[in-house]
């Protein structure tokens, strides 16, 4: 076998994010006479070289292809572009790895979309991409968010639950031209990603936009999530969010965001009956919300930059909130998911209605492989036919 670059090695664990304790934890590395930590720095100055299995563990912890280790020297890495994540208890050292991994992963689907558009003559640029400014007005940008993508907010509260609701915003979006999809691991529950590492992805193209939404999120949030990104494609602004207020662009797109789907009247009025309900105010300011297909967060948040409450509070119901969601994720599941409980039906709604059609007709008309297709809707080759209907 041929010998790893060891400094491939310590670039790989480093662009995962991992210390050399926590790395050689992950990799269950033992040697006699010496720690893991201090085993895994042999490997990576070269005075030692790994068996070819724990490289492949490497591979596989550090998200990288086996390939890579063997390379002279570390590959370009992509862009994130913009990281919008500036929220100070972000713990960003347990999930970049991951991070950076989707976000790779995000690039290249998007790539061989972009790639198959431009082979089947598909690639018109979207006129609502990098349109946008942050001087833009709330009430305008909104405007401008519901005249393009066709938005009737009654038809998305008219929606059974937030799933519907969230449903009913995709197709909208999506049949404007931007792909949504729902990821938040590296392809098994093993991988997933915290939201507190991110929320939502935006990839600003003109032919192919980009929006990714962590479905580890609550059902309530997405939609908001999908809002908040999308406002980042008119912005022309790609990058990773985690929704923070400290940001001028993320606040711009939370505010935008938040005012499509609850006007400022409302905001008023949720707070009001919340505060004179018989129900504590939490709870009651919760069922408020779920009757509007929203989160209580968005609420709380509108009602702190309407500075109906203070930052100090705004935070204080934010984390309450957060943990009472944490709680109620930890219940017993039922079996049947909201996609049906099906492998097919749950990786189709991951990869939404648009990306499914692209790749059916992609595929029927010779455009794209199954290898290809299979990258693209994060599925085997062999899983391709079945899932696009073909």
């Known amino acids: 076998m041929s010998i790893p670059n060891p400094d491939i090695l310590r670039w790989a664990r480093e662009g995962a994010g991992l210390s050399l304790e926590e790395a050689a934890r992950k990799l269950s590395l033992k040697s006699k006479g010496m720690s893991g930590a201090e085993l895994l720095s042999a490997y990576e100055t070269g005075t030692k070289v790994p068996t070819q299995k724990k490289l492949m563990d490497m591979a596989k912890q550090y998200h990288r ?25 972000t713990q960003f050292d347990e999930h970049e790895g991951s991070v950076k991994a989707l976000v790779r992963d995000i690039y290249i689907r998007q790539s061989i979309v972009k790639e198959a558009l431009i082979d089947g003559d598909e690639d018109i640029d979207i006129a609502f991409v990098s349109q946008g400014s942050t001087d833009t007005s709330i009430k305008k940008a909104c405007q401008v968010a519901i005249n393009y993508f066709n938005i009737d907010i009654e038809s998305y509260r008219r929606s059974a639950n937030p799933h519907d609701a969230f449903n009913y915003l995709r197709g909208c979006v999506e049949r404007k031209g931007i792909y949504v999809l729902l990821v938040g691991d590296l392809g098994s529950h093993h991988s997933s990603i915290s939201t507190e590492a991110f929320r939502g992805f935006a990839l600003s193209d003109p032919v192919a936009p980009f929006v990714v939404i962590n479905q580890n999120d609550s059902k309530a949030a997405w939609s908001f999530t999908l809002l908040h990104e999308v406002v980042h494609i008119w912005l022309g602004k790609t990058g990773i969010s985690a929704q923070n207020n400290e940001h001028i662009v993320e606040r711009f797109c939370n505010d935008v965001a938040s005012n499509l789907l609850v006007t400022s009247g409302e905001v008023i009025k949720l707070y009001d009956e919340a505060m004179h309900s018989d129900e504590e105010f939490l709870p009651a ?106």
């Open 65 to 89: 292809p086996f390939i890579t280790f063997f390379l002279p020297e570390p590959p370009m890495s992509a862009s994130m572009g913009e990281d919008f994540r500036l929220l100070p208890d």
């Open 285 to 390: 300011l919760q069922r408020l919300a779920q009757d509007l297909n929203i989160s209580a967060s968005l609420v709380a948040y509108r009602l702190f930059r309407q500075n109906m409450i203070s930052q100090a509070e705004w935070v204080q119901v934010r984390t309450k909130l957060r943990d009472l969601w944490l709680k109620s994720k930890a219940q017993p599941k039922s079996k049947t998911s909201d996609a049906g409980g099906d492998f097919y039906n749950t990786r189709r709604h991951r990869a939404g209605g648009a990306l499914i059609e692209l790749v059916r007709r992609s595929l029927h008309d010779g455009v794209i492989t199954e290898t290809k297709a299979g990258r693209v809707l994060g599925v085997s080759p062999g899983n391709v036919a079945q899932m696009v209907g073909l």
